[in-house]
């Protein structure tokens, strides 16, 4: 059984999908099961015939054990791996998936190497019904390539999970939410710095006025 913040989870991710969002992060710390709010949403998903295709990329590490999850809390959901050695096996386990329906499982390294195999099929663009990334504070620099290479994936929807949505600076969390929300949110890089980014960075400088610290507050709470 889920526990009440992971039903709420669900929940969340659902309402993204029935209004029609393009995507959302999903932020909970790390050890609140951020993984089977996933396996259980997909499942109903499924279930319901909403959705056909999903690419689920993760650091190499967590392949396996999201492999288990799957097989554990959801025996009848087709699952494939674009991972491992053999070029050959990746791509029959991806054709699968992109004939009938399911999930892909692949890391960001085979991301980095294959982005142009997964983002297509037979020579024409395939769109994912979702992408989803864990440890999704790897995209928080816009312009390093594994960024480039999710950008470069057709996909109808796209979550993110991370328990660290904010690390350094604001820059990284626009980077995020532009990636989720398919622009739709914050704006552009440039517009965001203007008019988020730079008043709040200024009101926290050792000499800003009263006006600027005032001014910062209003916009990070307008932030949030």
């Known amino acids: 059984k889920l526990f009440q913040h992971q039903r ?18 999903l932020a909970d710390d790390m050890g609140l099961g951020k ?3 996933i396996i259980a949403f997909l499942s109903g998903m499924f ?18 054990s999201w492999l288990a999850e799957f097989a554990r809390w959801t025996p009848g959901l087709r699952v494939k791996e674009f991972h491992g ?18 999930i892909v499982i692949t890391s960001y390294q085979m991301l980095i190497n294959n982005w142009k195999q997964l ?3 037979h020579g024409q663009d395939f769109v994912w019904d979702y992408i989803i990334l864990d440890e999704a504070h790897k995209i928080k ?9 999710v950008y470069a994936i057709p996909a109808k929807h796209r979550l993110l999970l991370t328990g660290t949505p904010l690390q350094n600076n604001l820059q990284e969390m626009w980077s995020l939410f532009d990636f989720a929300c ?3 949110l914050l704006g552009t890089a440039k517009t965001f710095r203007m008019e988020y980014e730079n008043p709040i960075t200024r009101a926290r400088e050792k000499d800003a006025t009263v006006g600027e610290k005032a001014l910062g507050l209003k916009i990070s709470e307008n932030l949030m």
């Open 8 to 25: 709420e989870g669900v929940a969340f991710l659902y309402r993204l999908h029935r209004e029609g969002r393009p995507g959302g992060i």
């Open 35 to 37: 993984t089977i709010q």
């Open 47 to 64: 279930d319901s015939e909403l959705i056909r295709h999903v690419l689920l990329i993760m650091p190499t590490t967590l392949v396996s």
């Open 85 to 102: 050695t053999s070029k050959t096996e990746r791509t029959r386990n991806l054709e699968k998936i992109q004939r009938k329906n399911g």
């Open 119 to 121: 983002a297509s099929c």
């Open 141 to 149: 620099c816009p312009s390093n390539k594994t960024t480039k290479c």
């Open 182 to 184: 398919q622009g739709s």
